[in-house]
Each structure stands twice: as C-alpha cells, then as structure tokens.
C-alpha cells in the first residue's frame, strides 16, 4: 500500500487552532518535521486541510 512522507515546511504561528490541531493529529511538532503516514481518505483530508503548511510525496 502507498505511503505518504508529510513534511512541515512553515509554522503554525498565526493559524487557526484547528489547523494547529490538525499538524498536531499529524505528528508534527516543529518546521522540518517528517512523518510517513498511510494514504488513507481521513490522512489526506487531514494534509487538504493544512497544504499550505505541509510538502507531500507519495512513497512506497
């Protein structure tokens, strides 16, 4: 199944809180973080809701 590598590239400082939330739900804490994920519909729900914050690639 294919993986997606989620990448914070900007802070949160500013945003709204459930975009905070969301970042969080993510596993990332701080700019630079990297997380692999499932792609699964709730996962890329949660990376819509904060694409101007995170870069995605897909992996396998």
Known sequence: ???LKVQQ???T???KANQR????????????????KEDRPEIRG????V?????VEEVD
């Open 21 to 36: 939330d969301t970042i969080r739900s993510l596993g990332l804490k701080r700019i630079g973080d990297v997380v692999i």
């Open 46 to 49: 949660m990376v819509h809701t």
């Open 9 to 11: 590239t900007k802070s």
């Open 1 to 3: 199944m294919a993986q």
């Open 51 to 55: 694409r101007h914050l995170v870069t």
């Open 13 to 15: 400082i500013g945003c």
